[in-house]
């Protein structure tokens, strides 16, 4: 049996950090691609703790934060409804829409209720013939496929009051828009474990030959992800780059083939929309044609709705990694978990929250003139007896 702990062993970190000191011998940008890998990174300190050589960029990894703002709308729009019981996670009620969130419709009579699972929803549809239940489906890969069996259930069933309201986006084709776009600095990823253990890795080696980047399949643990850090650095410094599998306490790379099926069988790829990124080419799911009198915004005709996004969030930039959430000028002043300006600031994986949360408040440092590259954090050497301002792998009271 292994246990979390042996994944945040200072003694075993610090030998990791050594031999990446020892390897790297030049700049080198990595993405990690999960918002959960996001928080690890900042909330150890982990950015902080690697050499100087080494940049981590924070990708769209958050599901609740690419979540694009006339989705948001579309289920404001249908939760207000007197007929309806609109299900969520929590984690998606305080994401601002055009104007209002899930909370506010709540205070306002609407009938929305927070479930620990798509399954919740099903019975509370069961519970409710009477009623119309929609439960709000959004996230990555490892998300979809217990929706896609809820959807299924439903249909078996034969409960017809149930509908889901789709926004599940899929990470390679996120990859591949990231390495296209102009302004790319990413030269390897941390690609996201959980994602990997439902899909495997099979489409990576694509995106790893055609792009000349290693992608290093990555845990979420401190040593999972200084584990990865290591594997794709020693990649680049050798020219190398192929898929690596360093997770393999979870990930096969044939993935979860029960739950692949599901996901074959309910949903069909589409292009989808990711908020403040655009619309990316097959980088989605929606409901087959199978199960098409299950989705909520054929059912409610709200198919047509169209946002724009708020000027003064950055949201987009930092997803796209173009950004550091303290480099925006609405960060920690109008820009607060209590008063967001995006999802971002809002999500359990959102950049901007994580360093709200762990206070990485102060402003970026002005680029070197010798790289060229701005610093993550303040020019400040990290303080290691600060845990609060500078977490650290050492902090044992963190798990």
């Not at 080198?28 to 050589?53: F, K, N, S, Y």
């Not at 190398?240 to 997770?247: F, K, L």
Request: a negative charge; hydrophobic letters at 40%.
């Amino acid at each position: 049996m292994r246990y979390v702990d042996e994944f945040q062993d200072p003694e075993l970190a610090a030998r990791l950090l050594d031999d990446i000191r020892a390897t790297v011998t030049r700049p080198w940008a990595l993405m990690e691609v999960c918002g959960g890998q996001t928080h690890t990174i900042i909330r150890h300190g982990i950015d902080q703790l690697l050499p100087d050589e080494v940049e981590l960029i924070h990708g769209p990894g958050c599901p609740v934060c690419v979540t694009p703002l006339e989705v948001i709308d579309k289920a404001l729009e249908i939760a207000s409804r007197p007929e309806v019981i609109f299900c969520s996670f929590g984690d998606m009620l305080r994401v601002p829409g055009t104007g209002r969130d899930l909370f506010q419709v709540r205070g306002e009579g609407g009938d929305v209720r927070v479930v620990y699972s798509p399954l919740d929803a099903l019975r509370i549809a069961e519970d409710n013939p009477d009623r119309e239940v929609v439960f709000f489906g959004i996230g990555f890969e490892t998300t979809a496929p217990p929706n896609a069996m809820t959807v299924y259930q439903a249909r078996k069933r034969g409960v017809r009051n149930f509908s889901l309201l789709v926004s599940h986006v899929r990470v390679p084709p996120a990859i591949e828009a990231i390495m296209q776009s102009p302004d790319c600095r990413v030269q390897g990823f941390l690609a996201a474990g959980h994602v990997c253990s439902v899909m495997g890795t099979a489409e990576y080696p694509r995106l790893a030959e055609r792009f000349h980047v290693p992608i290093v399949v990555t845990g979420f643990e401190p040593l999972d992800i200084l584990e990865g850090v290591r594997r794709t650095v020693r990649q680049l410094e050798r020219g190398e780059h192929t898929v690596d599998n360093a997770y393999p306490r979870a990930v096969r790379a044939e993935g979860n083939p029960a739950a692949r099926a599901m996901l074959d069988d309910v949903f069909e790829v589409t292009d989808r929309a990711w908020r403040g990124i655009g619309v990316i080419p097959e980088s989605g799911w929606r409901l087959s044609a199978r199960y098409r009198d299950h989705d909520a915004e054929h059912r409610f005709q709200v198919g047509d709705i169209s946002t724009r996004e708020p000027a003064e969030c950055r949201s987009g930039e930092v997803l796209q990694g173009l950004l550091k959430p303290h480099e925006c000028e609405a960060f920690g002043t109008t820009c607060t978990p209590r008063t967001p300006l995006g999802a971002t600031m809002v999500s359990s994986e959102g950049a901007c929250a994580a360093y709200f949360l762990y206070r990485r408040l102060d402003l970026p440092a002005r680029p070197d003139a010798a790289t060229g590259r701005t610093p993550a954090t303040s020019t400040t050497a990290p303080d290691p007896t600060a845990a609060v301002t500078t977490p650290s792998l050492e902090d044992s009271s963190v798990v």
